[in-house]
């Protein structure tokens, strides 16, 4: 298989900070060596802001200028027909993911796209739903068009997803006034036992959305792990996977032709002080593309 991995490690607080550690960890721990070796062709490309760029005002601003350049580093390489593997900061590199897998060979003929969500969190609140008013909250609302729209433009998503879309697979803590809203708008919710156990009822889901969509993505925010294996993944909560469990899973998914893209969000390589959930990372990553990990720790 012929791998593009894009890498986005920028947050709102910029490049490599406050948790946005992890794309250039996974790379400096060999992953595209690792996938290289095991007879995958494998390039790499990284998202770079401007001094100028960096120095414009706001934050969720900056996150969608770099959402930008993360899309267009996905249609340049969806247009030499490679898979996709997004090294991201955290869940709002999805909105960059899907918009470059949206752009067609002409502008008004886009893509459509698929989402298949993985977290412990939804993700669907909006600026007023959302307890905390964080961004990474937000993103799944916002490729949906429920919320700032600025953002999702400047990420390259000129059509908003529509709830037939979006898979939501996972998900263990969910908002009161966010679980109302996937309700309200008729998502198609999966449990945890449901993606560990590949259910008929997710098998048929999976079906149906590759028959209604152009491509699909496969979003992963990484605190879907099990805390206690991985303390460093996204924000965490009680419950969740192993990084062999995960890439198991992920390899169930991968296996649909129409699948396009992998993403990664959240691994926080900086709070990641004895490396092991680093290696359930690459654990998950390595199982997603049928390659058995040892599990060591690299300290």
């Known amino acids: 298989m012929n791998i593009s991995i ?3 490690a920028y947050n709102a607080h910029g490049r490599g900070s406050q948790h946005a550690s992890g794309p250039d960890a996974l790379l400096a721990a060999d992953l595209p060596e690792k996938l ?3 007879g995958h062709i494998v390039s790499v490309r990284e998202v770079e802001l401007s001094a100028e760029e960096m120095a414009q005002y706001g934050g969720w601003n900056r996150v969608g200028i770099a959402g ?5 580093l996905v249609t340049e390489a969806k247009g030499r027909r490679h898979f996709v593997l997004g090294l991201l900061a955290d869940c709002n590199g999805m909105l960059g993911m899907v918009g470059g897998l949206q752009a067609g060979k002409a502008t008004h003929m886009p893509k459509r796209v698929g989402l298949v969500w993985i977290d412990a969190h939804a993700d669907y609140n909006t600026p007023e739903t959302s307890p905390s008013g964080m961004l990474g909250g937000m993103p799944v ?12 433009l400047q990420s390259k998503i000129r059509y908003p997803l529509q709830s037939p879309d979006v898979l939501m697979v996972g998900m263990r803590d969910i908002d009161d006034l ?12 999966f449990t945890q036992r449901d993606l560990v156990e590949w259910s008929a009822a997710l098998q048929h889901a999976m079906e149906y959305l590759c028959e209604r969509e152009d491509v699909v993505y496969v979003h992963v925010d990484l ?6 294996l991985a303390p460093a993944a996204g924000l965490p909560s009680a419950g969740g996977l192993s990084g062999r469990e995960l890439g198991h899973a992920l390899s169930r998914f991968l296996a649909f032709d129409k699948v396009g893209a ?5 691994y926080r390589a900086d709070a990641d002080n004895d490396g092991r959930t680093r290696q359930q990372v690459l654990d998950a990553l390595m199982g ?4 058995r990990e040892t599990s060591e720790i690299i300290c």
């Open 178 to 189: 966010e679980s109302r809203a996937l309700e309200d708008d008729l998502l198609t919710v």
């Open 223 to 228: 605190d879907i792990l099990d805390p206690t």
């Open 288 to 291: 997603a593309f049928g390659i």
């Open 6 to 8: 894009a890498s986005l």
């Open 262 to 266: 992998l993403g990664v969000a959240a």
């Open 141 to 152: 609302a916002v490729a949906c068009g429920k919320a700032l729209s600025r953002l999702r």
């Open 36 to 38: 290289s070796a095991n």
């Open 68 to 72: 930008g350049h993360l899309a267009e």
